[in-house]
């Protein structure tokens, strides 16, 4: 009896643990700095706030293209950082990943896919796109979602070296994000989630947090521009509107908070549309 009792718990142990990983969310990133911006400070604390276990990876090259992104995976080239920040909220980094070996980290649930930012609002260098998609297709689990980070225009008077590209003109850039990726993410199937994180950061800055959510004229601020980010995530890809979540990163006061949040609600809603966040 004694013996059966043990193996009974032995079991019930083994059964609960296994709900747990059923339980846990797993988000993984194809990016950049952007990614890096957007998921890695502030979606595991908002996804917790809403009783959500996530894992979070990020197979990140700073500044890299899709263009890029494909001819590592054509030559299987070990280019990659590998960011993980685990269930418990723990981050860590490991070097000379190949995205293959990424890939194979985790039975992914969604997995997003981005373009530089310089490249951001140029349809023609999308032209790689599908076959980056296929390529993961191949390597992660059938019921995975595939996601389209849309990323944000730089500052008005960011220093950014491509920022001519777009005539220095912020407005120009966002309007160009917009347009390419509605242009060019619809034709891709597999892809099933516009992340809108653009819009909403054109939406914060129209609100008390101000116009700048930038750190250096590109990337995000911090906790300010990087937590729109996350907010837009958590309302894209998890389901959960952020307005009203209780994680508030230090730094930032509630009434703060509360127009990030407003500012990536709006987003997902109009995600091609500036909203005037009050």
């Known amino acids: 009896?004694?013996?059966?009792?043990?193996?009974?718990?032995?079991?019930?142990?083994?059964?609960?643990?296994?709900?747990?990983?059923?339980?846990?969310?797993?988000?993984?990133?194809?990016?950049?700095?952007?990614?890096?911006?957007?998921?890695?400070?502030?979606?595991?604390?908002?996804?917790?706030?809403?009783?959500?276990?996530?894992?979070?990876?990020?197979?990140?090259?700073?500044?890299?293209?899709?263009?890029?992104?494909?001819?590592?995976?054509?030559?299987?080239?070990?280019?990659?950082?590998?960011?993980?920040?685990?269930?418990?909220?723990?981050?860590?980094?490991?070097?000379?990943?190949?995205?293959?070996?990424?890939?194979?980290?985790?039975?992914?649930?969604?997995?997003?896919?981005?373009?530089?930012?310089?490249?951001?609002?140029?349809?023609?260098?999308?032209?790689?796109?599908?076959?980056?998609?296929?390529?993961?297709?191949?390597?992660?689990?059938?019921?995975?979602?595939?996601?389209?980070?849309?990323?944000?225009?730089?500052?008005?008077?960011?220093?950014?070296?491509?920022?001519?590209?777009?005539d220095n003109d912020q407005m120009k850039m966002y309007n160009a994000i917009i347009a390419t990726v509605n242009e060019v993410v619809p034709q891709i199937q597999d892809i099933k989630i516009i992340i809108p994180s653009g819009t909403a950061i054109q939406n914060a800055r129209t609100s008390i947090l101000g116009d700048d959510l930038t750190r250096d004229g590109y990337h995000l601020s911090r906790p300010f521009g990087r937590y729109v980010a996350s907010c837009t995530w958590l309302q894209a890809v998890l389901g959960k509107n952020p307005i009203g979540n209780t994680y508030c990163p230090e730094g930032m006061t509630p009434e703060q908070c509360k127009a990030a949040q407003k500012a990536a609600r709006k987003a997902v809603k109009k995600p091609s549309k500036i909203t005037k966040i009050k």
């Not at 030559?75 to 920040?85: L, T």
């Open 1 to 166: 009896m004694k013996k059966f009792l043990l193996l009974l718990a032995a079991l019930l142990i083994s059964s609960i643990f296994c709900l747990a990983q059923n339980d846990t969310i797993k988000i993984l990133a194809i990016g950049n700095s952007f990614s890096d911006d957007a998921i890695e400070d502030h979606l595991h604390g908002l996804a917790k706030a809403e009783g959500l276990t996530i894992v979070i990876g990020n197979i990140y090259k700073a500044g890299c293209s899709i263009e890029r992104h494909v001819r590592n995976l054509r030559g299987n080239i070990a280019d990659y950082e590998y960011r993980k920040i685990d269930a418990e909220g723990i981050r860590t980094i490991d070097y000379g990943y190949t995205m293959e070996r990424g890939l194979a980290d985790e039975d992914w649930d969604y997995v997003s896919f981005q373009q530089s930012s310089p490249n951001s609002g140029q349809p023609e260098t999308y032209a790689q796109l599908p076959e980056l998609v296929e390529y993961v297709k191949a390597r992660v689990p059938e019921d995975v979602v595939f996601m389209f980070h849309q990323t944000w225009a730089y500052s008005k008077d960011s220093n950014h070296k491509e920022y001519h590209r777009y």
